[in-house]
């Protein structure tokens, strides 16, 4: 009975596949006149690697390997599991695919995935946490858990350390390149992949309303993105003249016409380069940005956003979430800076683009892609059965997000409402291959919220981060000692 389910599943999930490529290339065919093509280039590349048809590198892992059915147990975070781990097939895109990725992986290996959740998010994180601390030999093969966690786990020395276990890939597309970024005492004890449903559906980006910008006789700035030159300061430019007092209370509103909204504002703190936590590059180990020569840049970054976010009418920057989609769905912002879940709120039509966040400058030699806290990091339990085992499915997950669930995520949910041609596919995976996850802001727990003194200076229209950061710097840094010296212990055991 499971297998002829099974069957039925991934059959499913092959017509769902035949139907968005009918519909691909039926919209090819529509945009050829235009553009002149719209599916992916292929890779023609003679570098030795494997890609698949549609030109996505492929994963090493042995084509043979195969487990013989053994089960493999994930703590998972429950809050998460419809985009990680969906129980049936629902006939909702979204999820069904991510249903019939998990199918891919278990036949490829031949595993049996068994997904045991727990509450784990912000604010149920220490449930998750004694869950995960408490278990015995052998309970958890892996663990995916909320953003915040994965450091409190490798602190007290329940991960494995990921450095050599076999089958993982960290150099590949489908890992973020802050995995091997922030190693250090020759440890990773976990993992973010570029393209799992909730690392895209996480990140931040920068909507843009194409109606809007063409009567303000302004170009599509698609075309600067590709060429690496939208910046900052463009933003900026392209953002005036377009504020409307529409409820006539002579302050800026939740009601009122603009020419940038920034609902998620730490994205352009990251979008521009700038970190709370980087590697030193001749000690090998984390040290706060503000303690070093990121500093005075940083303090001259925010006091100028602080005057154009907070003293100009060219842009809002909203206490709150609440009601900011009705920016998107009423067109009343030119640019709309926030996550990529928002997608969600347009209208099915293309009026609205979708970009990277800029950089400060041209001289910043690649984009950089932040995202908010709720997302998947992965880990391997100390104890596991078999960490080769567990280093394979996870490599699998990451690679299969990649190529299987990722575009078709792009082909169904964000394709038919702002992506008009091949730049569309560009500039997504733009977007989700410069994913950069800040050491520190994973350690917020143990650190503080450092971002925090960044978004509470655009709320209060003042520069807080030298202030705050002369007030509790010193024992941040005293925080950030004890982290690494328990880090350096949990590697040694």
């Known amino acids: 009975m499971k297998n002829k389910k099974r069957i039925l599943s991934l059959l499913l999930g092959v017509i769902m596949l035949l139907a968005v490529l009918l519909n691909t290339v039926g919209c090819a065919a529509e945009e050829e006149e235009e553009t002149g093509e719209y599916s992916r280039e292929i890779s023609t590349a003679d570098d030795g690697l494997r890609y698949d048809e549609k030109g996505y590198l492929m994963d090493d892992i042995p084509e043979d390997l195969n487990y013989d059915g053994k089960e493999v147990n994930i703590l998972a975070c429950k809050e998460m599991s419809a985009t990680v781990c969906p129980e049936e097939i629902q006939n909702v895109v979204l999820f069904d695919t991510v249903y019939n990725r998990n199918l ?31 278990a015995g030999e052998g309970d958890y093969d892996l663990i995916c858990a909320y953003s915040l966690v994965p450091t409190v786990l490798a602190m007290n020395g329940y991960l494995e350390n990921l450095n050599n276990v076999e089958h993982l890939a960290f150099d590949k597309p489908w890992w973020s390149k802050s995995v091997l970024e922030n190693r250090f005492h020759d440890t990773i004890f976990f993992s973010e992949t570029t393209s799992s449903t909730p690392v895209l559906r996480q990140m931040f980006v920068t909507y843009y309303n194409r109606q809007m910008l063409a009567e303000h006789k302004i170009e599509d ?24 007092d529409i409820d006539g209370n002579q302050r800026k509103s939740l009601k009122d016409v603009y020419g940038m909204v920034v609902v998620m504002s730490e994205s352009f703190f990251y979008g521009c380069g700038f970190n709370v936590v980087r590697v030193n590059q001749n ?50 912002t030119a640019f709309y800076v926030s996550q990529l879940t928002e997608v969600d709120q347009m209208p099915d039509v293309k009026n609205w683009g979708a970009l990277p966040m800029p950089k400060l400058n041209t001289d910043q030699e690649n ?35 990649y190529r299987y669930s990722a575009p078709l995520y792009y082909e169904e949910s964000l394709s038919p409402r702002y992506s008009n041609n091949m730049n569309g596919i560009k500039i997504f995976e733009l977007i989700r291959n410069n994913l950069e996850v800040d050491f520190g802001r994973l350690s917020m727990k143990q650190l503080g919220n450092f971002h925090e003194f960044v978004k509470n200076s655009y709320m209060s229209g003042n520069n807080l981060l030298m202030q705050e950061w002369a007030t509790n710097g010193k024992s941040m840094q005293r925080k950030l000692t004890s982290l690494l010296e328990a880090y350096e212990a949990a590697g040694k055991k």
């Open 104 to 134: 891919i992986i278990q036949d490829r290996l031949g595993v049996k995935l068994n997904w045991v959740l727990v509450e784990g998010v912000s604010s149920t994180m220490d449930t998750f946490i004694q869950a995960a601390s408490n």
């Open 283 to 332: 000690t090998g180990l984390p040290e706060f940005c503000a303690a070093g020569d990121d500093y005075m840049p940083m303090a001259y970054f925010v006091s100028d956003m602080v005057s154009w976010l907070c003293q100009t009418n060219d842009a809002y920057c909203p206490s709150t979430a609440a009601g900011c989609t009705d920016f998107l769905t009423e067109n009343r």
């Open 367 to 401: 984009y950089v892609t932040a995202s908010g806290s709720a997302f998947d990091v992965w880990c391997i339990r100390k104890g596991a059965q078999d960490t080769a085992m567990s280093g394979a499915v996870l490599e699998c997950y990451a690679s299969e997000s």
């Open 221 to 244: 700035p698609e075309q600067l993105v590709i060429d690496g030159d939208w910046t900052i300061e463009l933003m900026k430019k392209y953002s005036k003249n377009f504020y409307q």
